[in-house]
């Protein structure tokens, strides 16, 4: 891809680093929105298949749809429990009613009987050609979920809430199949050889069963809810999962005594898969899912009854005929219906955010559609490549054909570059065959929601890399627009890119702290770089101050330094340096300590040539290493008032007093030397007095007042007298600056 440098726009200052807004991250696309426009897992767009809507059915939902011979459409609906017909051109009339409240499942046997399953009293209904219906067999369980049936005509029935699965021979004589130990069997499908496959729950299990009802578990799955299978033309199985809270399902308010009660269709899940592409795929579409608030009884003022939706990562199994299980599929949400339509790709519908997806034949997965309703509740594959959706809330039929769309739109996430910021050419890949266009366009604006305040969209930019026309702003978005001329071809597009310069910021200092170091060792050499200092422990008496007998001779105080440190960071994250000035207190110009400070945020002072008094340091950091001089920023920041104190306390009025500590003239003893003086300094305050007889060890002494708190300490230190030699004692005072002065008495009993 090729991009253009910008003409500055001299009104703001600019980081020269171009920035790139990649928009191929799943779960950034699917926050966009979505309009006959499908994506897959790896983010490339094209025409959806043309969708149309058939005239909406008087229900809550379309449970199920079958087609008879004569390419009739039936609907079986709940609430109320009736079979519509719906004709091609968008007709639609009741077919025929139950007395039920739900029509679950539908079958049509070779003579063109349909056969419903309903809850919740468990009848199955037969209704003929004409329309005209009767009760065809009623099971000993309240709910009918699926029907299947084999090539002898027998219906299959799968039932709750026992977990039965019913054999009804053609005059309705029904006979136990198999009894799981399941609560519902919830749905069927036949293979070729007559073998039946039956999903439930709430045990998760993928149950295969024998033409002559021999029993055995194909599959147990994480998830404690199987919903939907289907299986393709080469025998490969699909399952897909509901686990979780279960869907907003609508019901009348029951009877005080009611028959049967509608059990949760699915239940809590603790498992979550890992491989989900569209963790929130319509979150930021704007469907609104039915949800008004519960009432105190369950049920609201319509006599509705309405179950929160907490919504689960559901997944699609599939199961090859040796029994190998691999996860091809997961999404956020109920995983409702499955079918295999003529090209061996499984379509999936979902809930309770309603999508379509297709999963090919290499196991990718696209987005189709997202609908206004709660749920897609069935498809049925037709003919000629056409597909038909039923929908719950509310209670729609769609024809999805084999055909792409003329025209479909992608509207892209709001895109926050943090700042103001200029923009660049727009890029993108993607494959436009004869007859078909892909034309993008952007918009901008300051506040993370569009609204009238944002640009309008800008006319379409046509070929890749053309320069972005919108204004300035800190939010940007595009809009994708594909369209063919060819129903049979589609465009596709994927990798859009959008190049920008983010104003410059100036670089923020949020501290600046002076301190002097008391752990570094004396570098010979004077040099401040922080590399040459070599850390030690702190230097005792001992190591400071050496007696004069020794030849190599050490100065009574350590290396005068400062240690300026500060925090410092760039908006734009821009390179910075840092220079560092100083001032004394009361001067008014600040003079030069060091330039060009880079990558390290601390300095190390030599301060034995600066005057006793108190200073102030500043720190500037500046961003000049990333951007043109002209446009770079900086900031500065003063330090709080600190002490340089060079000059060594002194050790005043040095006395000694020798007693003896003789009862009388005719005892023998020894005698003690009490030694008196002040320490004094100048600036700071005394923190320490020791002192050291004839070359000894260090010992400390304490003030008169056992507290060092003052400028000006006055001591005594009384010696046990050893013997009648002369002695000499070495007193030293130090400051808090680090500084050492020193005195020495002789005396000689």
Known sequence: MAFTFLTLNTQFSYAVTTKMWENIDPVDISKGKLQNVSVNSLGKFTLSPDKSKINEIPATYVWCLVADGTDSLFAGTGNPGSIFKVSHDGNVIEYFKTPELHVQALVIDSTGNIYAGTLPHGRIYRITSKGEGEMFCELPVPYVWDMVSDKSGNIYAATGDNGVIYKISDNGTASVHFDSPSSNILDLVIDNDGSIYASCEPEGL??????NGNASVLYDADEDEIHCLAIDKNGVLYAGTSSGTPPVLRTPAPPAQPDAQLPLLMENFHGEPTDVWLNDFLSENGIEAADPPLMNNGYAENGMREVPVIPEMNTIYRIDKDGRVRRIFAVEGFVLCMTIDDNNEILVGTGNKAALFKIDTNYEASLLYDFNESQVLDILSYKDGINYMATGNNANVYQLS???????????VVHDTTYVSSWGCISWKGKTPSQTNITLSTRSGNNRKPDNTWSDWEIGYHSNGEKIKSPSARFIQYRATLTTDNAGITPSLDNVNIAYLPQNQPPVIRRVDVTTPRNLAVNETG??????????????????YLDSSRKNKRSARNDSRKLISWDAEDPNNDRLEFHLEYKSVDESKWKILKRNVKEVNEFYWNINRIPDGYYQAKVIACDELDNPLEFALKEEIESDSFLIDNTRPVVLDLKTVIESDAIDSHSRSGYTITVSGTAKDG???ITDIQYSIDSGAWQTAFPEDKIFDSTEETFLISIPYISSDEHTIVINALDYEGNIGSSRIVFNP
Do not use: R, V
């Open 527 to 544: 040099n401040n770089n922080a590399a040459n200092m070599q850390k030690t422990t702190l230097y005792s008496p001992d190591d400071l």
């Open 206 to 211: 993928i149950y295969k069963i024998t033409p």
């Open 683 to 685: 600036m700071c305050n």
């Open 402 to 412: 084999n055909s792409y769309t003329h025209e479909g739109t992608y509207e892209s």
